[in-house]
């Protein structure tokens, strides 16, 4: 298999790219190390990359690489690039919203339609649900994003659809449920508590913490894309990607303090906008569609998340105690 994989040093891309090159697959990993976090821990991620000998690394952004012949002669592209999170995407940052996650995503279906590329895996998000009456969420109902984010990431599975409808190009997008394990990104709540709970750095509730987030194992995520990538389903599917991990945030923190044995330095802070009350996602579809079920359960995933935490502190300390 030839595969592109966008968006490849970032937390779920780094995992997918490794994924496929340890299957055997060639793999072009792209990515432009934005600075949206600490671009030292891509270029980590791209080092893990650049061990396996299938993986060529192309450092660009999608706006201004030459797509057609990135794309030419792959067998699937795995878009994962974007601009994440939905506290930043509103006043000025929603231009960049609009460019890494709409343009881009345009840019890259343009390439794909012109090479006929059969297969285009989407990375869509939870967010374009919403806040919904009823729980959990089923592809059949109608969307409305709570954020600015939420509104990019569902006009690009719209532009996956069309460009489905209209030119026939075999399209799958994913719906991800806030996705964790290790690698992930600094500014979401996991990785935050483990922070807390491994630096003791404080970590801030924002709200009440009674929201409910469905998380799912970013292995599960990786195998997802995996089975998008040979599934026999129609163009333009939309599916969600969910891992049956309810919980609140003061149930995750609980979860965390008593994973890490360490005592957690909470303050706390208003809601913040964008931020929906509850995410839950029925993973039925994907599994009658991909034949995809989650695997990895919340404590589980937690566990192997502060593991991979501790570890690279560890190595990180032993490297600067040696360079001082
Ligand atoms: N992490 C989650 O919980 C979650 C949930 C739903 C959807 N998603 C989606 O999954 C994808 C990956 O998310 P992540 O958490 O790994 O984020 P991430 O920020 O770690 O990875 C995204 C990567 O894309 C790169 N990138 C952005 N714009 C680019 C461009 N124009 N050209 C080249 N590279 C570009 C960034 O440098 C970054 O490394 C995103 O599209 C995100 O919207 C993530």
């Known amino acids: 298999m030839r595969a592109v994989v966008t968006g490849a040093a970032g937390f779920i891309g780094s995992h997918l790219a490794q994924a496929l090159a340890r299957a055997g697959a060639r793999v072009i990993a792209v990515d432009c190390l934005t600075d949206y976090y600490d671009p030292a821990r891509k270029r980590a991620n791209l080092e893990v990359l650049g061990q396996y000998p299938l993986v060529e690394i192309v450092t660009g952004d999608l706006l201004d690489l030459d797509l057609v012949g990135m794309v030419e002669g792959a ?22 919203y609009s460019e890494r996650n709409i343009l881009a995503t345009q840019s890259l279906l343009e390439a794909a339609r012109s090479t006929r590329l059969p297969r285009f895996v989407y990375a869509s998000s939870s967010s374009v649900y919403g806040d ?32 489905s409808a209209n030119y026939g190009l075999s399209t799958v997008s994913l719906r991800y449920f806030t996705v964790y394990g290790p690698r992930q990104r600094p500014d979401m709540a996991i990785q935050r508590l483990v922070q807390c709970a491994v630096d003791g750095d404080e970590f801030e509730v924002f709200g009440d913490g009674s929201q409910v987030r469905d998380f799912t194992y970013v292995g599960d995520i990786v195998a997802a894309n995996l089975r998008a990538a040979g599934a026999d389903v ?22 965390v303090a008593r994973a890490s044995g360490a005592e957690l330095n909470l303050g706390h802070g208003p809601a913040k906008p964008g931020d929906v009350a509850r995410t839950g996602g029925s993973p039925e579809l994907a599994h009658r569609l991909l ?28 490297r600067d105690g040696t360079a001082a």
């Open 132 to 163: 919904q009456d009823r729980y959990p969420c089923t592809e059949d109902m109608v969307p409305r994003p709570h954020s600015p984010y939420g509104v990019t990431k569902l006009a690009a599975e719209h532009l996956c659809r069309l460009y």
């Open 234 to 255: 129609a163009p333009g599917t939309f599916v969600n990607i969910s891992g049956g991990s309810e919980a609140s945030l003061a149930e995750t923190i609980e979860l």
């Open 291 to 318: 034949g995809w079920e989650p695997r990895t359960d919340l404590r589980t995933g937690i566990t192997r998340q502060l593991e991979w935490y501790r570890n690279r502190s560890a190595k990180k300390l032993s």
């Open 75 to 96: 067998d699937v592209v795995f878009h994962q690039a974007g601009q994440p999170g939905v506290r930043l995407s509103w006043d000025d940052g929603f231009p960049i």
